[in-house]
T-cell receptor, first 111, second 112 residues
Framework: QKEVEQDPGPLSVPEGAIVSLNCTYSNSAFQYFMWYRQYSRKGPELLMY????GNKEDGRFTAQVDKSSKYISLFIRDSQPSDSATYLC???????????FGTGTQLKVEL | DAGVTQSPTHLIKTRGQQVTLRCSPK?????VSWYQQALGQGPQFIFQYYEEEERQRGNFPDRFSGHQFPNYSSELNVNALLLGDSALYLC???????????FGPGTRLLVL
């Protein structure tokens, strides 16, 4: 079983839609969760960093962790064409040294 | 404040050759991690360097080696290149453990 699983998409939504991106993970001991955004042919850019359970909001982005079901989510409100990118969930493991990533979900926001 | 920088941006090599990729961390960061990202996949952890020592290693063969210099910059070396080594190689820097890792733009390696 993979440590982190993510639906690769692609996901296509109209401009202004609410987007929900999700990952599941295998080890209930994981505590540090991140979402990165990666534009084509660029390096990943950190969007959100969440410790333990609960919600964290930053502008149009909300990260949610449900430790009971080992499920992490990223919500994007009022999506824009500039949000079109691949979104990677990641968990900090290996004694705090190593990021384990999902495969990434490719999102396209259409005009 | 410059972010993480990597060089070169692109590289083409042939099978069996050796390659060296370079990374400069964000100002104030002392830890450098390297990742390999194949097309359509998430990045895979290769190893991490701290205080000029390899602190942790992922599931990569010994053909992959690295180095960290006293100024915290780092190199990734890959020997005896295989076609399957074609990927985007990403460097990330951070301060210590359990902290956010910031990525550079990557070096795209093509092995022919």
């Amino acid at each position: 079983q993979k440590e982190v699983e993510q639906d690769p998409g692609p996901l296509s939504v109209p401009e202004g839609a609410i987007v929900s991106l999700n990952c599941t993970y295998s080890n209930s001991a994981f505590q540090y969760f991140m979402w990165y955004r990666q534009y084509s042919r660029k390096g990943p850019e950190l969007l959100m960093y969440t410790y333990s359970s609960g919600n964290k909001e930053d502008g149009r982005f909300t990260a949610q962790v449900d430790k009971s079901s080992k499920y992490i989510s990223l919500f994007i409100r009022d999506s824009q064409p500039s949000d079109s990118a691949t979104y990677l969930c990641a968990i900090l493991t290996g004694g705090g040294n190593k990021l384990t990533f999902g495969t990434g979900t490719q999102l396209k926001v259409e005009l | 404040d410059a972010g993480v920088t990597q060089s070169p941006t692109h590289l083409i090599k042939t099978r069996g050759q050796q390659v060296t990729l370079r990374c400069s961390p964000k100002s104030g960061h002392d830890t450098v991690s390297w990742y390999q990202q194949a097309l359509g996949q998430g990045p895979q952890f290769i190893f991490q360097y701290y205080e000029e020592e390899e602190r942790q290693r992922g599931n990569f063969p010994d053909r992959f080696s690295g180095h960290q210099f006293p100024n915290y910059s780092s190199e990734l070396n890959v020997n005896a290149l295989l076609l399957g080594d074609s990927a985007l190689y990403l460097c990330a820097s951070s301060i210590g453990q359990w902290e956010t890792q910031y990525f550079g733009p990557g070096t795209r390696l093509l092995v022919l």
